[in-house]
């Protein structure tokens, strides 16, 4: 019996989730609560459209000449992709077999035999990591942080390209120390080929209102250009190349 997966949206020529153009599957459902979470709508796992791995394939491979033109490919994401392991897996199967490179953007909390084996066919790992301060990271995710470092050291230990994504947001996730913490930290990573640093917005407040949910950042300001800059600085300070959306 096909494996059936809830996606919640395609995004068919995305250029911020890897390199070159992407087929962008976001999956539906995440055990997180971030504060700043701009896809709410993906946490029920419930909801979204059924795909089979078949369905699903026949829609990348109308896409393949883009992504082959410019070194592209798939990348999941959510929600958190990794809650749907399995259908990922069959689904990265046949991407292989096609000659397509799979990334996986995840915050890294899920990690079992299953998502162990898709790694095996996974060609970059986007993974997001929203503090490195435990306490910040609880309130501001409603999570431990610990599993997304044991994730991280597993892709070191399969040596798994890796991209580094930090979400700046004032007031929450601009505490220096924690930064500064963080980028001696990923020293030790030699897979992690990069640090993308991304500027908090609200575009996706409303979602938070159609809802019903309580949105808390609504007073919370996007982070300047210096503020940026500083923090770009601090991550950069070990040699990482660190990129920003500003």
Known sequence: MAK???IHSLESFGTVDGPGIRFVVFMQGCPMRCQFCHNPDTWDVNKGKEYTPESLMEEILRYKSYMDY?????????????LQAEF?????????????TVAIDTAGYILNDTVKELLEYTDLVLLDIKNYDPIVYKAV???????????????????????????????????MDSISKLSDHLDGYPNVEKIELLAFHKMGEYKWKELG???????????????MEQVMGILSSNGKIVTSNL
């Open 213 to 227: 949910l309580d949105y808390k950042l609504t007073n919370t300001e996007e982070p300047s250009k210096e503020l």
């Open 88 to 100: 990922i897996l069959e689904v990265s199967k046949l991407c292989k077999a096609k000659g397509i």
């Open 141 to 175: 995710t409603g999570v431990q942080l610990s599993p997304t470092l044991k994730f991280l050291d597993y892709l070191r230990e399969k040596n798994i390209p890796t991209w580094v994504r930090y979400v700046l947001v004032p007031q929450l996730t601009d505490n």
């Open 4 to 6: 059936i997966g809830r």
């Open 70 to 82: 410019s070194k592209g490919g798939v990348t999941f994401t959510g929600g958190e992709p990794l």
